[in-house]
Protein backbone atom coordinates (compact mmCIF):
# COMPACT_ATOMS: atom_id res chain seq x y z
CA UNK A 1 0.00 0.00 0.00
CA UNK A 2 1.71 3.50 -0.64
CA UNK A 3 0.81 6.28 1.31
CA UNK A 4 3.22 9.10 0.32
CA UNK A 5 5.53 9.26 -3.05
CA UNK A 6 8.71 10.97 -3.48
CA UNK A 7 10.09 11.56 -7.28
CA UNK A 8 11.09 13.90 -10.45
CA UNK A 9 7.28 14.99 -12.21
CA UNK A 10 8.20 13.81 -15.28
CA UNK A 11 5.02 14.80 -16.94
CA UNK A 12 1.62 16.64 -15.44
CA UNK A 13 -1.73 17.68 -16.68
CA UNK A 14 -5.00 19.01 -14.81
CA UNK A 15 -6.00 15.61 -13.56
CA UNK A 16 -3.00 13.04 -13.39
CA UNK A 17 0.98 13.30 -13.36
CA UNK A 18 3.76 10.30 -13.50
CA UNK A 19 5.75 10.72 -11.19
CA UNK A 20 9.30 9.06 -11.77
CA UNK A 21 10.78 6.93 -8.41
CA UNK A 22 14.00 5.51 -9.53
CA UNK A 23 13.61 4.70 -12.76
CA UNK A 24 9.84 3.79 -12.00
CA UNK A 25 7.38 5.81 -13.28
CA UNK A 26 4.02 6.10 -11.13
CA UNK A 27 0.55 7.41 -12.75
CA UNK A 28 -0.95 9.07 -10.03
CA UNK A 29 -5.18 11.24 -10.49
CA UNK A 30 -5.11 14.25 -8.60
CA UNK A 31 -7.67 16.95 -8.32
CA UNK A 32 -6.92 20.78 -9.97
CA UNK A 33 -6.07 21.79 -6.39
CA UNK A 34 -2.84 19.97 -6.11
CA UNK A 35 -2.46 21.03 -9.81
CA UNK A 36 -1.46 24.52 -9.09
CA UNK A 37 1.31 23.51 -6.59
CA UNK A 38 3.00 21.49 -8.73
CA UNK A 39 6.91 22.33 -9.78
CA UNK A 40 7.90 22.29 -13.12
CA UNK A 41 8.76 19.37 -15.08
CA UNK A 42 11.27 18.03 -14.13
CA UNK A 43 11.33 19.54 -10.76
CA UNK A 44 10.95 17.20 -7.17
CA UNK A 45 7.44 16.35 -5.80
CA UNK A 46 6.47 14.85 -3.02
CA UNK A 47 2.60 13.82 -2.32
CA UNK A 48 -0.06 12.23 -0.22
CA UNK A 49 -1.12 8.93 -1.94
CA UNK A 50 -4.22 7.22 -1.17
CA UNK A 51 -4.38 3.40 -2.99
CA UNK A 52 -7.29 2.00 -4.76
CA UNK A 53 -7.43 -1.38 -5.15
CA UNK A 54 -10.28 -2.64 -7.81
CA UNK A 55 -11.03 -6.13 -8.92
CA UNK A 56 -9.70 -5.16 -12.35
CA UNK A 57 -7.29 -2.52 -11.81
CA UNK A 58 -5.12 -0.79 -9.05
CA UNK A 59 -5.35 3.35 -9.38
CA UNK A 60 -3.00 5.72 -6.95
CA UNK A 61 -4.58 9.27 -6.32
CA UNK A 62 -2.15 11.97 -5.21
CA UNK A 63 -2.92 15.00 -3.19
CA UNK A 64 -0.71 18.17 -2.31
CA UNK A 65 -1.93 18.40 1.28
CA UNK A 66 -3.04 15.87 4.05
CA UNK A 67 -6.75 17.69 4.21
CA UNK A 68 -7.09 16.98 0.49
CA UNK A 69 -6.34 13.42 1.36
CA UNK A 70 -8.76 13.21 4.16
CA UNK A 71 -11.30 14.97 2.71
CA UNK A 72 -10.89 12.48 -0.35
CA UNK A 73 -11.26 9.60 1.84
CA UNK A 74 -13.81 10.91 3.87
CA UNK A 75 -16.24 11.72 0.57
CA UNK A 76 -15.67 7.66 -1.09
CA UNK A 77 -17.05 6.43 2.01
CA UNK A 78 -20.54 8.28 0.82
CA UNK A 79 -22.81 5.94 -0.70
CA UNK A 80 -22.70 6.84 -4.28
CA UNK A 81 -19.64 8.81 -4.02
CA UNK A 82 -16.52 7.20 -6.23
CA UNK A 83 -12.89 8.34 -6.21
CA UNK A 84 -13.27 10.07 -10.11
CA UNK A 85 -16.56 12.54 -8.13
CA UNK A 86 -15.07 12.67 -5.16
CA UNK A 87 -12.05 14.53 -6.92
CA UNK A 88 -13.95 16.09 -8.98
CA UNK A 89 -15.63 17.95 -5.79
CA UNK A 90 -12.41 18.47 -4.91
CA UNK A 91 -11.64 20.09 -7.83
CA UNK A 92 -14.20 22.32 -8.02
CA UNK A 93 -14.41 23.81 -4.50
CA UNK A 94 -11.59 24.09 -1.86
CA UNK A 95 -11.11 22.24 1.11
CA UNK A 96 -12.45 24.97 3.49
CA UNK A 97 -15.21 25.84 1.46
CA UNK A 98 -16.79 22.55 1.12
CA UNK A 99 -16.64 22.06 4.55
CA UNK A 100 -18.36 25.67 5.19
CA UNK A 101 -20.82 24.36 2.69
CA UNK A 102 -21.46 20.97 4.28
CA UNK A 103 -21.79 22.13 8.11
CA UNK A 104 -24.01 24.85 6.64
CA UNK A 105 -26.28 22.86 4.58
CA UNK A 106 -25.49 24.96 1.92
CA UNK A 107 -27.46 22.51 -0.81
CA UNK A 108 -26.89 25.81 -3.62
CA UNK A 109 -23.26 25.64 -3.46
CA UNK A 110 -22.81 22.07 -3.38
CA UNK A 111 -25.60 21.27 -6.18
CA UNK A 112 -23.19 23.75 -8.68
CA UNK A 113 -20.55 20.42 -8.54
CA UNK A 114 -20.76 18.51 -11.68
CA UNK A 115 -21.87 15.36 -10.62
CA UNK A 116 -23.64 16.21 -7.39
CA UNK A 117 -27.11 16.95 -7.42
CA UNK A 118 -29.79 17.81 -4.58
CA UNK A 119 -30.23 14.41 -3.75
CA UNK A 120 -26.13 13.67 -3.79
CA UNK A 121 -25.55 17.55 -1.85
CA UNK A 122 -28.62 15.88 0.98
CA UNK A 123 -26.28 12.99 0.83
CA UNK A 124 -23.35 14.88 1.73
CA UNK A 125 -24.74 16.98 4.55
CA UNK A 126 -26.14 14.25 6.32
CA UNK A 127 -23.18 12.04 5.88
CA UNK A 128 -20.46 14.39 6.58
CA UNK A 129 -21.73 17.62 8.84
CA UNK A 130 -20.61 15.77 11.80
CA UNK A 131 -17.73 13.65 10.77
CA UNK A 132 -15.73 17.57 9.41
CA UNK A 133 -16.85 19.11 12.56
CA UNK A 134 -14.85 16.48 14.23
CA UNK A 135 -12.05 15.81 12.06
CA UNK A 136 -11.80 19.91 12.29
CA UNK A 137 -11.13 20.34 8.34
CA UNK A 138 -10.91 23.45 6.47
CA UNK A 139 -9.40 25.00 9.34
CA UNK A 140 -6.43 26.89 8.69
CA UNK A 141 -3.01 25.20 9.03
CA UNK A 142 -0.73 27.37 10.38
CA UNK A 143 -1.33 30.46 7.83
CA UNK A 144 2.46 30.96 7.75
CA UNK A 145 2.94 27.23 6.84
CA UNK A 146 0.14 28.19 3.43
CA UNK A 147 2.53 30.48 2.02
CA UNK A 148 6.34 28.79 3.25
CA UNK A 149 8.29 26.86 0.94
CA UNK A 150 6.93 23.07 0.27
CA UNK A 151 9.05 21.42 2.97
CA UNK A 152 8.42 23.88 5.72
CA UNK A 153 4.90 23.67 5.02
CA UNK A 154 4.68 19.45 4.79
CA UNK A 155 7.36 19.84 8.23
CA UNK A 156 5.02 21.84 9.98
CA UNK A 157 1.10 19.77 8.61
CA UNK A 158 3.25 16.89 9.97
CA UNK A 159 4.15 17.97 13.20
CA UNK A 160 0.99 19.26 13.95
CA UNK A 161 -0.75 16.35 13.36
CA UNK A 162 1.73 14.61 15.59
CA UNK A 163 0.85 17.20 18.48
CA UNK A 164 -2.91 16.07 17.72
CA UNK A 165 -2.58 12.48 18.18
CA UNK A 166 -0.89 13.47 21.45
CA UNK A 167 -3.89 14.62 22.72
CA UNK A 168 -3.27 18.87 22.26
CA UNK A 169 -5.77 20.93 21.07
CA UNK A 170 -6.21 22.21 17.72
CA UNK A 171 -6.41 25.77 18.30
CA UNK A 172 -3.60 25.87 20.47
CA UNK A 173 -1.59 23.71 18.05
CA UNK A 174 -2.22 26.51 15.60
CA UNK A 175 -1.24 29.33 17.37
CA UNK A 176 1.83 27.84 18.96
CA UNK A 177 2.74 26.94 15.14
CA UNK A 178 2.70 29.97 13.79
CA UNK A 179 4.86 31.70 16.00
CA UNK A 180 7.23 29.35 16.13
CA UNK A 181 7.35 29.49 11.83
CA UNK A 182 7.62 33.53 12.36
CA UNK A 183 10.55 33.20 14.68
CA UNK A 184 12.87 30.01 13.50
CA UNK A 185 14.77 30.23 10.69
CA UNK A 186 14.37 27.82 7.81
CA UNK A 187 16.60 25.65 8.65
CA UNK A 188 15.38 24.80 12.11
CA UNK A 189 11.83 24.05 10.81
CA UNK A 190 12.11 20.56 10.83
CA UNK A 191 9.43 18.52 11.42
CA UNK A 192 11.40 17.00 14.86
CA UNK A 193 12.85 20.45 15.80
CA UNK A 194 8.57 22.31 15.54
CA UNK A 195 7.12 19.29 17.70
CA UNK A 196 9.74 19.79 20.52
CA UNK A 197 9.73 23.36 20.42
CA UNK A 198 6.28 23.50 20.23
CA UNK A 199 6.01 20.85 23.67
CA UNK A 200 8.20 23.30 25.03
CA UNK A 201 5.46 26.09 24.71
CA UNK A 202 2.52 23.81 25.09
CA UNK A 203 3.24 22.03 28.17
CA UNK A 204 4.13 25.58 30.15
Known amino acids: MIARIKGVLLEAEFTAIVVDVHGVGYLLSIPISTFDRLPQPGGE ?19 ATREEKQLFELLTNVNGIGPRLALNILSSLPVASFCSAVTNSDLKTLSRISGVGKKTAERLVVELRDKLAKMALGGTVAAPAATAPDHIRAAAEDAILALEQLGFRREGIQKTMEQLLEALEPQECSAENLIRKALQQLNR
Do not use: K, N, P, S
Not at 45 to 63: K, N, S, Y
Open 45 to 63: VELFVITHVREDAIALFGF
